[in-house]
């Protein structure tokens, strides 16, 4: 192919040529921004993001959250600690306002600001925010933002 970032302006022709659910645009993004990460093709990430967040019906506080949980997790992975951490306080009160429904959600943001904090130096703010996710300090790790693993379908062939 002619490049990662030929296959993510592709990847965009093809993905905006159809009418999609939130839903759907939300996994194709997340697909996009993984690859983009992955292939140091970032630039437009963020603002792709932003762009979906703006696109959003203002009632619409379900898809709101979880598409802001995306962009603090790609944040964390753009290495742009400061702003991940901005939503990651954002995100915690909202989750730890909605009750039993959030629980999963809310515990995993608390690791991830975790190793937000921990990237940021802020070592018992770290601590005390993976004391907060309820995880097994053993099982803590597996909860850090990475980068997904890369490969192409056929190869599962």
């Known amino acids: 192919y002619y490049g990662a970032q030929g296959a ?59 598409i802001t949980c995306d962009k603090a997790y790609m944040l964390y992975l753009l290495n742009e600690y400061e702003a991940a951490l901005e939503l990651y306080d954002v995100l915690i009160p909202q989750a730890e306002g909605l009750g039993e429904k959030y629980t999963k959600e809310l515990h995993r943001l608390y690791a991830e600001r975790g190793f937000t904090k921990r990237r940021l130096g802020d070592m018992l703010g770290a601590q005390t925010d993976f004391a907060n996710s309820k995880f097994d300090i053993y099982e803590i790790n597996a909860y850090e933002p990475t980068e997904a693993r890369q490969g192409f379908i056929t190869e599962k062939f």
């Open 8 to 66: 993510v302006d592709d990847f965009n022709e093809f993905a905006t040529k159809k009418k999609t659910s939130v839903l759907n645009q939300t996994k194709l993004l997340w697909i996009k921004s993984m690859f983009s990460i992955k292939n140091n093709a970032s630039s437009s990430v963020i603002q792709d993001y932003d762009d979906l967040l703006t696109s959003l019906d203002q009632k619409d506080f379900k898809n709101h959250f979880y």
